[in-house]
């Protein structure tokens, strides 16, 4: 189905999630390592005018669940599934940017990791001293490989 992101035309599976939300899972394929970052760079920020002929749609949005991926190296005859969920914009909340995200994921891992220690704790298979030093023991043979993730996203 031709799906219209900013000008590009691109022949992806359309998934209705909300119609009415202006809501859809959008999936394609690219060959390439030049596609791949030509629609890397399309899909890096988060300000999409969204065109969908067939459902006579046409709005702008935001991008979530967005994911790449690809076996074995990247190079002219590698084959990129890109995959992504567009949002009609409104007017509420914050403009999404790297900053929110980490700040999102920051809180949700919290969440989770605590979450997780405390029904560890209270079934008795986790005291406080066995976390904190598994918290140590992590930060210590991790941090790095995590700082640059962030910072690089390498």
Avoid at 16 to 30: S, Y
Avoid at 93 to 110: H, M, R, S, V
Avoid at 114 to 132: F, H, V
Wanted: without cysteine; aromatic residues 12%; charged residues 30%.
């Amino acid at each position: 189905m031709l799906v219209i992101l900013n000008d590009v035309k691109i022949d992806a599976e359309v998934e209705k999630i909300d119609e009415k939300q202006k809501e859809f899972r959008i999936n394609f394929a690219v060959i390439g390592e030049n596609n791949y970052n030509l629609y890397s760079s399309l899909l890096k920020g988060n300000n999409l005018n969204v065109k969908i002929p067939s459902y006579g749609i046409d709005f702008k949005a935001s991008i979530s669940h967005y994911s790449r991926t690809y076996q074995g190296p990247l190079d002219e005859d590698t084959i990129i599934n890109f995959s992504f969920i567009v949002k009609e914009k409104t007017d509420e909340g914050p403009e999404w940017n790297l900053f929110t995200g980490l700040y999102l994921t920051a809180i949700n891992n919290w969440v989770r990791t605590r979450a997780l220690a405390k029904i560890l704790k209270e079934k008795g298979l986790l005291t406080d001293e066995e976390y904190e030093k598994v918290l140590d023991e992590i930060y210590e043979s991790d941090f790095e490989e995590m700082k640059k993730f962030i910072l690089e996203g390498k």
